[in-house]
Every structure is written in C-alpha cells, then in structure tokens.
C-alpha cells in the first residue's frame, strides 16, 4: 500500500471518485460521510492523512480538524467548496496542512496527498516532554 486515508465529505460523488482513485494508486481508503464517524474512524485506524470537507451535516468540518489537532500532528487536507480567503486562512490557522477548492483537479489533489504523506505526522505525546 501507499499509505491510508481518511476521506470525509457528504457528497457521494466525489467520495466514490476519491474513493476509486486513491484505490487505482494502492492506498487503502475509508471513506465517511459525516463528522461523527470521521472522528470514530480516525480513533479506531490513524490514518497517514485525513481528506476533510468543511460542510458536514452533523458538524462543521473546523471542529473536526480542531478534535484531531488535540491528539495527532497527521496531516490533514482541507477540500472545500469554501473559497474565501477567509476560510483558507481559518483552516490554515486551526492546523491543515493543506487547503484544495471544489472543483480540484485530481492529479493535483493526489500530489498533495503524497506531499503530504512524505512530511508525515505522528500521535501527540500524552504527556508534556517538560513536567
């Protein structure tokens, strides 16, 4: 394999051409459809790199990123139809490793992905290196 991904976004298209792509290129893939269960997921199986939409049903995709933040430094790419400056630099700032806009090209977002697999992440410790 070339690493997982977590892939988050409500939109059944683009999850089933993610999905299908990520694949053809030998990563193993779970694909979510709500924050709920991207969090269940992510707790369950650490991925090497979280895709995130913002718009999510149940809750917005910035309190996801922020949840993981709390426990890991895996990259996370942002995949939004969200364009303002504004909301790049929000998601900049909460931790993304990476912001991409609907429509995305694909050969773009899967360079990102192993840009940002290479750089890595790794669990936060659970205890201050300083006590």
Avoid: C, H, W
Wanted: glycine share 6%; aromatic share 4%; charged share 30%.
């Amino acid at each position: 394999m070339s690493g997982s991904v977590l892939v988050v976004d409500d939109d059944p298209t683009i999850l089933r051409t993610l999905r299908i792509n990520l694949r053809a290129r030998n990563y193993d893939v779970e694909a979510v459809t709500n924050a709920t269960d991207s969090l269940s997921a992510f707790e369950d199986a650490p991925p090497d790199v979280v895709v995130l939409d913002l718009g999510l049903p149940d809750l917005d995709g910035l309190e996801v990123l922020r949840r993981i933040r709390r426990t890991s430094r895996i990259p996370v790419i942002v995949l939004s139809a969200r364009q303002q400056s504004d909301d790049k630099v929000e998601a900049l700032d909460e931790g993304a490793d990476d912001y991409v806009t609907k429509p995305f090209g694909m050969d773009e977002l899967m360079a990102r992905i192993r840009a940002a697999i290479r750089r890595g992440g790794e669990p936060l410790p659970a205890t201050p290196p300083f006590t």
